[in-house]
């Protein structure tokens, strides 16, 4: 627990309310995640190039947040999937299927510019000469930092073999079976995260190919899973009919668009009939991750196929046969590879995720805002609860010590009578007190009241409601509630309302961009870098509330 609760030291992260339970929740029991967002300083350029007015940029991200709400987002992979670095997480995953153990080792160690970010730059940088152009192994074990898991699980294995094995002599590289010995020394479950990451790549093509030849609407052959209720309510219709007719082709025609695949999943291919009665609609329509278990959609495929649904699981040609054909991975390295653990079983991902429960507000604000909360958040309530329990308990001690009082004089009362021996009872009083009794003392649970009602006093004005705002205030901010099922990606959320790319370059781009507004220079910018990296902070990067902070520290 105190391991745990060490990360609030950190820029970006609180984490908290923690209790002890009798079960620990597993893997697989998130039904989902909730998120709430605010995006400050929004804006739109026109075409001329020029920001637009609060009151258009408003109107553009309503209508943003309404058709979210109403038609949802591309159920896409979100790009942190797929790692930061010059070889994604997937490539990793393609050189595992490929059993490429050599490009494995060497897209893990080779240079990134995601290097030249956060802590120890320097030796990481190091480290990564010392492997790609010295072939020393040893030295580059020794440069590369602890926090850098897999490139040391790989470099110790190197290095230890640099004193048993010898080397090609023209290329200072080992056999391939010193490479495998690399790459299976990552823990599996870092191994399966890049495997899956692959897998994720290719679902991100398939449901853009099927979005752009197919449209936003069902077409036949698509896939539905059904539920263990939609599948006995369509076995009852079907018993219905077969008994109402003989033989009837319709029936037998029904019942060969509904199966179970290997995963014990029922899943329908979508009709014509279907379409035509509009029994689903986008949002029902599911996309495999190409596996051995899976059934899959018929266009897929590019050759015609007799049945609806492909029962044997034997592609000849398709999509996903194509796309790896590429990469040079094949459906056996997918499916039947020699390593049991890299044999991909497949699953289903909807299209589309619409959000649950989501809600949007806007509010203006002044300048001197922009490193200031505009919403409550989850923070600042348990911040407004520790206050009010510090005063709670001043007014209980409070209380207490004019019990006490209270009971000293009537002790000094018994003794003198009613009106006599005032000094005495002064002296109780202090006793009773403490001798806590200057006025000048002040509880500190009273200063942080004071204080809270001084910053309301001051920023009241400076943050208002859409609608309330005037010249003064320059920033509009929207915030977004909303819940995601298991799986799904609050970044494409982010992507679908404001159709900016989520990569980490294109973001960094845009902090830059507010960072000169905001009058921050690029020494500004990298001494303070360096300044969180040398205190071991792992939130490097610079933001606009970063910038609006320093800048007032310069000032002073």
């Not at 038609?71 to 896409?76: L, R, S, T």
């Not at 050599?102 to 990134?112: A, T, Y």
């Not at 995260?193 to 190919?209: D, F, G, I, P, R």
Request: proline share 2%.
């Amino acid at each position: 627990m105190t391991r745990i609760n060490g990360v609030n030291g950190n820029f970006t992260l609180r984490v908290g309310d923690f209790k002890y339970v009798d079960n620990p929740i597993k893997l697989g029991q998130n039904d989902g995640n909730h998120f709430e967002i605010t995006l400050r300083q929004i804006g739109i350029l026109n075409s001329e190039g020029n920001t637009n007015t609060n009151d258009e940029i408003e109107k553009v991200a309503k209508n943003a947040c309404e058709s979210l709400k109403s038609n949802g987002f591309i159920n896409y992979y979100g790009l942190q999937r797929f790692g930061k670095g010059t070889n994604g997480s997937h490539d990793l995953g393609k050189n595992l299927f490929q059993s490429n153990y050599r490009e494995f080792v060497n897209n893990i160690l080779e240079f990134s510019d995601i290097d030249t970010y956060g802590r120890n730059t320097d030796d990481i940088i190091a480290s990564k000469n010392a492997y790609n152009i010295e072939k020393n192994y040893i030295k580059a074990l020794n440069l590369m930092p602890n926090a850098m898991y897999a490139e040391r699980s790989v470099l110790s294995v190197l290095a230890a073999a640099t004193t048993t094995t010898a080397v090609d002599a023209t290329t200072g590289d080992f056999d391939d079976s010193i490479y495998k010995d690399a790459a299976t020394s990552i823990n599996k479950h870092t191994r399966l995260l890049y495997l899956h990451a692959y897998q994720s790549y290719l679902w991100n093509n398939a449901v853009t190919y099927r979005l752009e030849h197919h449209g936003m609407l069902p077409v036949v052959g698509d896939l539905v899973l059904i539920s263990q209720a939609q599948a006995q309510a369509q076995a009852q219709a079907q018993a219905q009919a077969q008994a109402q007719t003989d033989a009837s082709t319709d029936a037998d025609k029904s019942s060969s668009t509904t199966t179970k695949d290997a995963l014990g999943k029922t899943i329908h291919a979508i009709t014509a009939d279907d379409i035509s009665k509009g029994v689903y609609s986008i949002t029902d329509v599911v996309l495999p991750l190409p596996g051995s278990h899976v059934l899959h959609p018929t266009w897929l495929y590019a050759t015609n196929k007799n049945t609806d649904i492909d029962t044997d699981n034997i592609i000849e040609s398709g999509f996903y046969i194509d796309l790896m054909k590429k990469d040079n991975v094949t459906w056996n390295n997918l499916c039947n590879h020699s390593d049991p653990s890299y044999q991909m079983r497949g699953d289903y991902r909807n299209i589309l995720e619409i959000p649950k429960d989501f809600e949007y507000s806007f509010k203006y604000y002044t300048s001197n805002m922009v490193n200031e909360e505009l919403w409550d958040t989850e923070l600042s309530m348990i911040r407004e609860n520790e206050i009010k329990k510090r005063q709670q308990k001043a007014e209980d001690r409070r209380e207490m010590l004019n019990a006490r009082a209270a009971s000293y004089e009537n002790k000094i009362n018994n003794i003198y009578g009613p009106g006599d021996g005032d000094s005495a009872t002064a002296t109780a009083m202090d006793t009773a007190t403490d001798g806590n009794n200057n006025d000048n003392d002040k509880d500190p649970a009273d200063a942080d009241a004071d204080v809270e009602d001084e910053d309301v006093d001051t920023l009241t004005n400076s943050v208002v409601e859409s609608g309330q705002q005037t010249e003064a205030h320059k920033h509009i901010a929207l915030k977004i509630r909303f819940s995601l099922s298991a799986g799904a990606y609050a970044t494409m959320v982010l992507r679908e309302i404001t159709k900016e790319d989520t990569s980490t370059s294109h973001q960094m781009g845009l902090t830059s961009t507010v960072n000169v507004d905001l009058g921050m220079t690029a020494a500004d910018i990298d001494s303070e870098k360096r300044k969180r990296s040398a205190s071991g902070s792992s939130d490097t990067e610079i933001t606009a509330t970063d910038a609006s902070v320093l800048k007032k520290v310069k000032k002073e």
